[in-house]
């Protein structure tokens, strides 16, 4: 009995790895549908910020690292202020783009 809760517990870790965000996966999402306003290394494309007339966070401010992934997630599926949802990055992909954010802390 003993030995097929082991079994058990280490095929739980497994599949839990398996599901683990994956920040590479991450950056070629992240590079396709947000570097256009977020910039290749977080910081706000500032034509972007003066077109649209928004203030952008920077995504390695210890503000947005603050945010929860699930917050993140909101933000990035959800929209907020002038940021319309990203369709192309959700589910799994924006779980990817969340551990890509989170490489970028200053």
């Known amino acids: 009995m003993r030995t097929l809760l082991i079994v058990f517990g280490f095929a739980a870790?497994?599949?839990n790895a398996l599901q683990?965000?994956?920040a590479t996966a991450g950056k070629a999402a992240y590079d396709k549908s947000c570097k256009s306003c977020?910039?290749?290394d977080g910081t706000a494309n500032p034509a972007i910020v003066k077109m649209m007339k928004v203030e952008i966070q920077d995504l390695k401010s210890p503000e947005?690292?603050?945010?929860?992934?699930n917050?993140?997630?909101k933000v990035i599926t959800e929209g907020k202020g002038k940021m319309k949802p990203v369709p192309s990055v959700s589910g799994?992909?924006?779980d990817d783009v969340i551990?890509?954010?989170r490489t970028l802390k200053k």
């Open 99 to 101: 551990a890509y954010i």
């Open 13 to 15: 870790i497994a599949a």
């Open 20 to 22: 683990a965000a994956n």
């Open 71 to 73: 917050d993140l997630k």
């Open 38 to 40: 977020h910039g290749a």
């Open 92 to 94: 799994g992909a924006a």
């Open 64 to 69: 947005v690292q603050a945010m929860s992934d």
